[in-house]
């Protein structure tokens, strides 16, 4: 009997043991969630705009109007009055080759004229009035016809000698010194328009059917980092080249620092449809399905989403978010439902 008492008493004793060690270590979740530290996060806002295809070209840049300047006289290059990167009017002396034969020849084509006026007019003495053909005689017999044509011939050679700005630009690819010995036809210089610049590039033949004229475009110019520059699509060559690329001509809006020649990227903004945009970072992969993470007052909440086109900078939502949602786009692939996180920042709009 009292070994079936004591024995009774041990199990107790072991039960309640038992029950006080399993009491023990039932975890507090609460507590134990309060020593995570949260996760920081970067955020952004979810917003119901236009979806953009990007279609990327690279290309150089040229001036919209650009003229070519040469000398129609030839000689002794006498004077230069502009020099490489000067903005000259229409019209505006560039350069002067010497004259000083031509302001000969003009004096003596002068003196002839005027001894065939004398000439002319002694021979029409006499005559009260004269018909055309009389009058076409006594010119050619008196040399009138011949000095003028001479003397017109004369004031062309000495305008020659002058060059002039075509149009009102800039100077650039002047190499000629003065001293130089000039020959007729050559090159004096370039004449481009700085604010009127086109981007001359190319895109791949797949991207054809998504671009038309008038689409907005930026530009980034190889030499000017961290900036961009707005442009209008004015122009796409209908042919394919034997490298697979379509030429297009993108007009920038603003030049200032940039010239001729540069070489630079552009991405063609090509509007598809309206819908719910994300930042491309803001969809990750969870069991094969896109998920998106929300930003909720300390907690990240796991939202399953349906996409719908994505640009490599933004993708389309077309079902599981609202427009406005703060969705996070950093330290978000290893992030479980309700976890908690820190937001540093909210970034801007994704448009």
């Known amino acids: 009997m009292r070994n079936t008492i004591l024995a009774a008493l041990f199990i107790v004793t072991l039960l309640g043991c038992k029950q006080e060690k399993e009491k023990i270590e039932e975890p507090d979740v609460e507590s134990l969630r309060a020593q995570v530290k949260p996760t920081e996060v970067l955020t952004a806002k979810a917003i119901y705009s236009t979806f953009e295809f990007r279609v990327n070209a690279s290309g150089t840049m040229e001036s919209a109007k650009e003229l070519k300047v040469t000398f129609e ?31 000969f020849a003009i004096e003596k084509a002068k003196l002839a004229y005027e001894s065939a006026k004398v000439t002319f007019q002694n021979d029409s003495i006499g005559y009260s009035t004269l018909s055309p053909a009389a009058k076409n005689n006594l010119e050619l017999k008196s040399g009138l016809r011949s000095a003028t044509v001479s003397l017109k011939e004369a004031q062309m050679n000495l305008k020659k000698t002058l060059v002039k700005a075509p149009i009102t630009g800039r100077i650039a690819e002047l190499e000629e010194k003065q001293g130089n010995i000039i020959s007729a036809g050559k090159e004096l210089c370039v004449i481009y328009t700085p604010n009127q610049l086109v981007l001359t590039a190319k895109i791949i033949e797949s991207d054809y059917g998504r671009i038309e004229i008038g689409q907005k475009a930026d530009v980034f110019p190889l030499a000017i980092k961290d900036r961009s520059f707005e442009a209008t699509l004015i122009e796409i060559n209908p042919k394919v080249d034997e490298g697979g690329m379509i030429t297009v001509k993108l007009q920038l809006n603003a030049t200032e620092g940039l010239l001729p020649g540069m070489t630079a990227n552009a991405v063609i903004r090509s509007p598809q449809s309206e819908n719910i945009l994300v930042p491309r970072e803001a969809i990750v992969m969870k069991s094969g399905k896109p998920v998106v993470f929300t930003y909720e007052d300390g907690i990240a909440k796991w939202n399953y989403v349906e996409t719908g086109l994505d640009n490599g900078v933004e993708v389309e939502i077309t079902s599981g978010l609202n427009d406005g949602s703060e969705v996070i786009i950093t330290n978000n692939i290893q992030l479980a439902h309700e976890a908690q996180v820190s937001r540093t920042s909210v970034m801007g709009a994704t448009n």
């Open 73 to 103: 006289g030839s000689g002794y290059l006498e004077k230069l009055y502009v020099k490489n990167g000067q903005m000259v009017k229409a019209g505006e002396p560039l350069a002067e080759l010497q004259n000083d034969n031509e302001e």
